[in-house]
């Protein structure tokens, strides 16, 4: 089992930067993929990046390409996304995912086993 925590969110002006941390607890972060999600009021929770377990391998969601990077220090237990020039519509609570020992980094969020609690980006225009 595996427990997560997220931070770094907060309140940023279209085209700024913000860095979310997600720290893992537990046994064996790097047995686990490792997603990140984002809810905005009123929508369904979206994919947003996913990374494999040595961060060999990683996706992103289409809208936020060239923008957000994920990346993990398994010797920190701790997963990161870079989030760069953002726009209004990344506003959102912003949840990380793991999901134990699988060959395919996936992108569904029923497929994740376990989740933190979610920090808060808001972008104002």
């Known amino acids: 089992q595996v427990q997560l925590v997220e931070s770094g969110g907060g309140l940023v002006q279209a085209g700024g930067s913000l860095r979310l941390s997600c720290a893992a607890s537990?046994?064996?972060?790097?047995?686990?993929?490792m997603g990140w999600f984002r809810q905005a009021p009123g929508k369904e929770r979206e994919f947003v990046a996913a990374?494999?377990?040595?961060?060999?391998?990683?996706v992103d969601a289409d809208s936020v390409k060239g923008r957000f990077t994920i990346s993990r220090d398994n010797a920190e237990n701790t997963v990161y996304l870079e989030m760069n020039s953002l726009k209004p519509e990344d506003t959102a609570v912003y949840y990380c995912?793991?999901?134990?020992?699988?060959?395919?980094?996936?992108?569904?969020?029923?497929?994740?086993?376990?989740w933190g609690q979610g920090t808060q980006v808001t972008v104002s225009s």
């Open positions: 995912a793991a999901v134990w020992a699988r060959v395919v980094v996936t992108t569904t969020a029923s497929e994740y086993d376990y």
């Open positions: 537990g046994r064996a972060f790097s047995s686990y993929n």
């Open positions: 990374i494999s377990r040595n961060g060999g391998v990683s």
